[in-house]
């Protein structure tokens, strides 16, 4: 396995580090303790694992990957929820469901609420924490912020937010003896506030004890319990004072799925915000944390042409957190050309730089080492500063250095993770430890905000402990940070591909949310979504005349199929891959896609130029810029709200509007889903005004419904009913994961 980086640099010391035996919870979990061990303290080896990215992988392979991925899908869905947005379900039997009834409704007669109750000696009140019996369907949470004491007709009710000691959220938090953290159970259809509807309701006769605990967002070891004064562990458990400094909230998509016991959608592990500490002495401000991470912030971005870098920032630890919130209250208007600055690790061929380029970010920094995917990212990112190497190489090469950026963006190779890998490759020990150099980067860039882009896979239960130590490696620097799976085609893309995303923030810094879907399969007046993305609409993005000129697309030397052909007019069923994907071809079925077409139904511009070597491979392995575009125009605005920016009147707020990657334009004339235009080779014909036209010397006779047209160029005729063009796609092109479906049935297990 390779190694895992340890600091050397002359950076302050780091929040939550650690000394003595009596910080470090013991765990429970023998196998899952050696396996975290061996992750942390790995030893450094003087030969370091790369990857080769220039490996290919042929058709054959690809369906095995493909049939085992189907078969262990199902899995993942136990884990988080997987919805199927691209094909219909065949029809349930009916069934009657009766939604829940609301979690801590206000109290009414015949019980009351009372302000305090004695028991057992002991005097319960609003805002003081007890210690329960545990509860193990909620992370065994053994602790009750007490909200509510209710009077009831059974007795004595305790209503009031669980905490649990953060040993047992499986390593995704540093295990910190007497560290506690709430745990939020929460519905997105309940508008209700988090700590509202994620309360739960205990009797009186669970309670053992009150315990004293700190809700506080400053870092870690502030407010713990003093040392030296307890004779033993058993005594710290059992009397020293506990501290919340984080919060993990689980979201479902309803209440329904969440009685059911249905897998969350979302998961967050995020600090505790200044805003929900109660008590000052608790309290630090959110730019005096910031400030002691990464040295503050530039509001609007730290790129600012012709201003030098000295000039950007000034940091005055001393200023109180009133003073400073109240000056960044004050909105300012951005500076000309001022933009957020955006690294790109694992760059490839850029397709995540380029969507955050026209979201309006300025790259600054990329890192990989496939030389052809280099070769292709020079060609369109000159600004950019382009390292070449391996990632082990740059982190060495940048440790002296205090570059910070404002957003970055991991996406890390995933073959290691995915759900069909079965068996040992070469690269299993280089992609594990790629995935662990992801915090070395955090910690060395210190971005504001950063996401992470991996497969899906990663969450199958047998990767539970790397995933867990993946967030660890993220919350032990206090990032907050969220995930969920999404099915891109809801972002824009147009073709089916699920993706784990996640967002984290620094400490200081508030957490985005996940942007709202912008395309749904059907959309309903009001919900502000698009119809999906189709085949046939992103096709037209590639000018008429670009067989002529473009060398990515001679659909004329393409290989003869004969294949059935499909309608155009929905997303690309399956997902594209570095061959291609298996059971992707031209809708004609006479041809497979040219490399353009992948590339712009991928989300590449329709100029985009790949370079040698392994162009589909860059292709395949992109992160849709369209979808990019999207998610970190959220980010951008978000950025831009909480800084208290806003655009002078001479420039465009959104800057990324000067080239639309995504924009549903065609090129030579505008197309419609209706139009009774269509392009034929270099050409359009209308297929109203007229019952015979030439094309390239040929003659298209109309008979009936049908009608033949003959390419002589191409040679990529189809028959084809002009009036209604009811062509349907074969079952070769439909994902056999979107025939059987998920079982939704089964309860999520995540202890």
């Keep these: 396995m390779g190694p895992i980086i340890k600091s050397t640099s002359e950076r302050p010391p780091l929040p939550g580090t650690r000394n003595g035996w009596e910080e470090d919870e013991l765990c429970g979990d023998s196998v899952q303790a050696a396996i975290e061990r061996r992750l942390q303290e790995m030893p450094s080896r003087p030969k370091h694992p790369t990857i080769d990215h220039t490996q290919s992988q042929n058709e054959e392979d690809a369906v095995v990957e493909r049939d085992i991925e189907i078969l262990l899908e199902p899995e993942i869905a136990e884990v988080i929820e997987v919805i199927d947005l691209t094909t219909e379900r065949a029809p349930r039997r009916p069934r009657t469901v009766t939604n829940p009834s609301r979690r801590n409704p206000s109290v009414t007669l015949p019980n009351q609420w009372l302000n305090s109750y004695t028991y057992n000696g002991m005097e319960l009140r609003r805002g003081v924490t007890i210690e329960m019996l545990a509860i193990p369907r909620l992370r065994h949470a053994s602790f ?166 000295s000039a950007r920032l000034t940091v005055n630890l001393e200023t109180s957190g009133a003073q400073t919130g109240m000056f960044q209250d004050v909105w300012i208007p951005r500076k000309p050309g001022q933009q957020f600055t ?167 810094e508030e957490l985005p949310p996940f942007p709202l879907a912008t395309h749904s399969k059907e959309p309903v007046d009001g919900d502000g979504t698009m119809p999906y993305r189709t085949v046939r609409q992103v096709l037209r993005k590639i000018p008429p005349d670009a067989v002529r000129h473009d060398k990515l697309h001679t659909p004329s030397k393409m290989k003869r199929l004969r294949l059935p052909r499909w309608d155009p007019d929905i997303p690309l069923a399956r997902t594209i891959t570095c061959s291609g994907g298996v059971g992707n071809y031209h809708y004609s079925g006479k041809r497979d896609f040219t490399l353009r077409e992948y590339a712009v139904l991928q989300g590449f511009p329709a100029n985009y130029q790949f370079q040698r070597p392994g162009k589909k491979r860059q292709v395949g392995n992109a992160f849709p810029p369209t979808v990019v575009k999207m998610l970190y125009k959220h980010l951008r605005r978000w950025l ?100 059987i479906g998920y079982d939704s049935s089964s309860p999520i297990e995540l202890d």
């Design 640 to 739: 831009e709200q909480k800084d208290r920016v806003y655009a002078n009147e001479d420039e465009l707020s959104d800057s990324e509007e000067e080239f639309d990657i995504d924009s549903d334009s065609d090129h030579g004339c505008s197309l419609g889903d209706d139009s009774e235009v269509e392009y034929v080779g270099g050409r359009e014909i209308d297929r109203k005004t007229s019952d015979v036209e030439f094309i390239g010397g040929r003659t298209l006779h109309r008979k009936t419904s049908v009608v033949t047209i003959n390419d002589s160029e191409f040679d990529d005729s189809m028959d084809i009913d002009a009036t209604t063009q009811e062509a349907h796609s074969p079952e070769l092109s439909i994902e056999k994961i979107q025939l």
């Design 144 to 309: 009750l912020l007490i909200q509510l004491i209710i009077r009831t007709e059974s007795g004595i009710v305790l209503r009031g937010l669980p905490l649990t000691r953060t040993r047992n959220l499986r390593g995704q938090l540093p295990r910190l003896r007497n560290e506690v953290a709430l745990i939020l159970e929460v519905d997105n259809d309940d508008f209700r506030p988090d700590d509202e509807q994620a309360a739960i309701e205990v009797p009186v006769t669970t309670v053992q004890k009150i315990r004293i605990c700190h809700i506080t967002n400053k870092v870690f070891p502030e407010h713990r319990f003093p040392g030296g004064i307890y004779d033993s562990v058993k005594d710290i458990e059992e009397k020293g004072v506990l501290v919340c400094r984080w919060k993990v909230r689980h979201l479902w998509g309803n209440a329904v799925k969440r009685v059911n016991k249905k897998p969350p959608c979302e998961f967050m592990v995020a600090r505790i915000n200044a805003e929900d500490v109660l008590k000052e002495r608790f309290r630090a401000s959110n730019s005096c944390l910031t400030n002691t991470w990464r040295g503050g912030k530039v509001r609007g971005g730290s790129f600012i042409p012709d201003e030098p870098d």
């Design 342 to 508: 955006f690294a790109d690790m694992f760059c490839g061929a850029g397709g995540a730089s380029c969507g955050a380029r026209h979201a309006g970010f300025r790259v600054e920094l990329s890192v990989d080492n496939a030389p052809g995917a280099c070769n292709t990212y020079r060609v369109h990112f000159p600004e950019a500063d382009l390292r070449q190497q391996d990632m082990y190489d740059f982190i060495m090469e940048m440790r002296p250095s205090h570059l910070h950026i404002d957003v970055l963006h991991l996406s890390p190779p995933c073959q290691y993770w995915s759900p069909a890998h079965t068996t040992a490759g070469v690269n299993d020990e280089a992609n594990i430890a790629i995935l662990f150099a992801c915090h070395e980067l955090v910690k060395m860039l210190r971005p504001r905000i950063f996401t992470l882009e991996q497969t899906y896979g990663i969450l199958h239960p047998r990767f539970e402990y790397y995933f867990n130590a993946l967030v660890h490696g993220f919350t032990q620097y206090d990032y907050s940070v969220r995930w969920k799976m999404v099915n891109l085609l809801t972002w824009g893309a147009s073709s089916q591909r699920q993706r784990l995303v996640m967002i984290g923030s620094c400490i200081g």
